[in-house]
T-cell receptor, first 116, second 115 residues
Framework: AQSVTQLDSHVSVSEGTPVLLRCNYS??????LFWYVQHPNKGLQLLLKYTSAATLVKGINGFEAEFKKSETSFHLTKPSAHMSDAAEYFCVVSDLTRGGSYIPTFGRGTSLIVHP | EAGVTQSPTHLIKTRGQQVTLRCSPISGHTSVYWYQQALGLGLQFLLWYDEGEERNRGNFPPRFSGRQFPNYSSELNVNALELEDSALYLC??????????????FGPGTRLLVL
């Protein structure tokens, strides 16, 4: 069975400082991993995804994430936060189910707060 | 290119009533997914349709059902509404039926309030 844990429900940073949103997962096979962002009153948007290629994945808006199999982690980082980064971030793991199909499991979300 | 659209945007119902939510995928996408985003619970997978067939469903009671039409649009039906069904219902579409590798594109959601 697959699961995903976002270790922080809220992360607060100052504009211009680095961002770290933590995600740990468990899966039975070789998972695909995603980060999505949800701005207030808007749908989810894909930031980046890992599908067994390079372990360091670069996404949109300067975000990147590193897949670390030994640590079962897929943390999201950005060198310098911008006010527009304030949003809810979801880590997603997708793995083969018993029925042979992939079903994504979403983390509970991390709310990123950016102070001026 | 138009994104995923959902209707209505907001809905208020009372306990016991029935509701139908609608989703139109991005042109060319054959897979549609439904999620429930209840306050404090994150996104919960509801249903997955691909090529007109239900491929998988999450851990929800049978009163949650849906279908996918030949043009790949989809409906989510919820019967016998309960207070805890109040949530944002999100629809997503993807190019192929492999949720594991294909990017899902999300609509803005339908916010349902059950009184």
């Amino acid at each position: 069975a697959q699961s995903v844990t976002q270790l922080d429900s809220h992360v607060s940073v100052s504009e211009g400082t680095p961002v770290l949103l933590r995600c740990n997962y468990s899966s039975s096979y070789s998972p695909s991993l995603f980060w999505y962002v949800q701005h207030p009153n808007k749908g989810l948007q894909l930031l980046l995804k890992y599908t067994s290629a390079a372990t360091l994945v670069k996404g949109i808006n300067g975000f990147e994430a590193e897949f670390k199999k030994s640590e079962t982690s897929f943390h999201l980082t950005k060198p310098s936060a911008h006010m527009s980064d304030a949003a809810e971030y979801f880590c997603v793991v997708s793995d083969l189910t018993r029925g042979g199909s992939y079903i994504p499991t979403f983390g509970r979300g991390t709310s990123l707060i950016v102070h001026p | 290119e138009a994104g995923v659209t959902q209707s209505p945007t907001h809905l208020i119902k009372t306990r016991g009533q029935q509701v139908t939510l609608r989703c139109s995928p991005i042109s060319g996408h054959t897979s549609v997914y439904w999620y429930q985003q209840a306050l404090g619970l994150g996104l919960q997978f509801l249903l997955w349709y691909d090529e007109g067939e239900e491929r998988n469903r999450g851990n929800f009671p049978p009163r949650f059902s849906g279908r996918q039409f030949p043009n790949y649009s989809s409906e989510l039906n919820v019967n016998a509404l309960e207070l805890e069904d109040s949530a944002l219902y999100l629809c997503a579409s993807s190019l192929r039926g492999l949720a594991g590798v294909e990017t899902q594109y999300f609509g803005p959601g339908t916010r349902l309030l059950v009184l």
